[in-house]
């Protein structure tokens, strides 16, 4: 993920390995983690039961916040493309019957929007 992009605020994708040995200890018995992301200092992570936001506090980082989202607490989500001359694609979630979307992320061009479509769709519509 290019500086430029974390500035603006778009997530990179983040490879399982890296994932599985920085937060594996935050995984149920029989859970793999399927796609991850990070931003900044923050990183959000799809695995195969739940979504999980990590979000970083504080100057010294020291205080982090853990937030599991079960797919089945998920009513509905968007994905929107970037366009040509734009640098990101924006994936948006509501949470149970909410009116505004309870989570928005954006992407940098790196990350494949239909991969992260694709897991949001398999785990929320069984």
Request: charged share 25%; net charge neutral.
């Given at each position: 993920?290019?500086?430029?992009?974390?500035?603006?605020g778009?997530?990179?994708?983040?490879?399982?390995?890296?994932?599985?040995?920085?937060?594996?200890?935050?995984?149920?018995e029989?859970?793999?983690?399927e796609?991850?992301?990070?931003?900044?200092?923050?990183?959000?992570?799809f695995?195969?039961?739940?979504?999980?936001?990590?979000?970083?506090?504080?100057?010294?980082?020291?205080?982090?916040?853990?937030?599991?989202?079960?797919?089945?607490?998920?009513?509905?989500?968007?994905?929107?493309?970037?366009?040509?001359?734009?640098?990101?694609?924006?994936?948006?979630?509501?949470?149970?019957?909410?009116?505004?979307?309870?989570?928005?992320?954006?992407?940098?061009?790196?990350?494949?929007?239909?991969?992260?479509?694709?897991?949001?769709?398999?785990?929320?519509?069984?």
């Amino acid at each position: 993920m290019g500086l430029f992009s974390a500035i603006m605020g778009n997530a990179g994708a983040v490879n399982q390995e890296t994932l599985r040995r920085d937060f594996g200890k935050l995984l149920a018995e029989g859970e793999e983690i399927e796609l991850g992301f990070k931003l900044i200092r923050d990183t959000f992570i799809f695995t195969s039961k739940r979504l999980i936001l990590i979000e970083v506090q504080g100057l010294t980082g020291s205080k982090v916040e853990y937030l599991s989202i079960s797919y089945k607490s998920i009513s509905r989500f968007s994905v929107e493309t970037a366009g040509t001359f734009e640098l990101d694609a924006e994936l948006k979630i509501w949470v149970s019957s909410e009116q505004e979307p309870s989570i928005r992320k954006k992407f940098n061009k790196a990350v494949n929007v239909y991969e992260v479509q694709k897991v949001l769709a398999l785990h929320i519509l069984k």
